[in-house]
C-alpha cells in the first residue's frame, strides 16, 4: 500500500476509461442502434469528492455515446474525449491543455487500449476484471471490478495518499 500511495500522492488529473472501467463492460443497443450503459451510483460520489478535492477528472473512451456525455455532464467533467481508438493522441493533447506532466497523472483502463497511456502516466491502474495482459503491466489493481465500484475505490486511494479523505468527506455532508 505503501507504494500506491507514493504514486498517487502527486495526482492532479485522474483519467478514466469508460467501457469497462466506469461500466463493467457489457454493452447494451437499444433498437435504434444507440448504445445504452449502465454506471455505478458509488462511481459518481467518488467523482464527485475528487473533484471537490481538486483532482480534475478527464475521460479518454474509443467509443462516442450520448450516455458517457449525459453522465459525466451531472459532473461537471470538462475533458471527455470520445472515438479515441489512438487514446494517446487524446492524453497528450490533455496534458498541454492542462499543462501537466505524466507524473501528475493516473490513469484507469482495462483492455490494450488503454495500455500505452496506463504506460505512461506515474499511476497506471487495472480494475479488477481488465485482461490479464493489462493487469501484468498495471502500477495498482482495484479490488472492484469496473461498473461495480472500480471508479470510487480509485478516487479513495487518491484521497488517503493526498491526506484529504476525511476533510473531503467532512466537506461533502457539509454541503448538503
Not at 82 to 100: D, I, T
Not at 149 to 160: H, M, S, T, W
Request: net charge negative; glycine share 6%.
Amino acid at each position: 500500500m505503501d507504494d500506491i500511495t507514493e504514486l498517487a500522492s502527486n495526482t492532479k488529473v485522474l483519467i478514466l476509461d469508460v467501457d469497462g472501467v466506469c461500466t463493467d463492460g457489457t454493452l447494451y443497443f437499444n433498437d435504434s442502434g444507440e448504445t445504452i450503459k449502465a454506471f455505478n451510483s458509488q462511481d459518481g460520489i467518488g467523482i464527485k469528492l475528487i473533484q471537490n478535492a481538486g483532482v480534475i477528472v478527464a475521460i479518454i473512451t474509443a467509443r462516442k455515446s450520448k450516455a458517457i456525455e449525459k453522465r459525466f455532464s451531472k459532473f461537471k467533467v470538462k475533458h471527455i474525449y470520445e472515438g479515441f481508438e489512438n487514446k494517446s493522441l487524446a492524453y497528450e493533447e490533455l496534458k498541454k491543455n492542462l499543462n501537466v506532466s505524466d507524473d501528475e497523472v493516473a490513469y484507469v483502463g482495462d483492455d490494450l487500449p488503454d495500455l500505452p497511456v496506463m504506460l505512461k502516466a506515474k499511476l497506471g491502474i487495472a480494475v479488477e476484471n481488465a485482461h490479464p495482459y493489462i493487469k501484468e503491466r498495471a502500477n495498482w489493481i482495484t479490488t472492484k471490478s469496473g461498473g461495480k465500484g472500480a471508479v470510487r475505490e480509485v478516487c479513495d486511494i487518491i484521497l488517503k495518499a493526498k491526506n484529504c479523505y476525511d476533510k473531503t468527506i467532512q466537506e461533502y455532508f457539509e454541503a448538503l
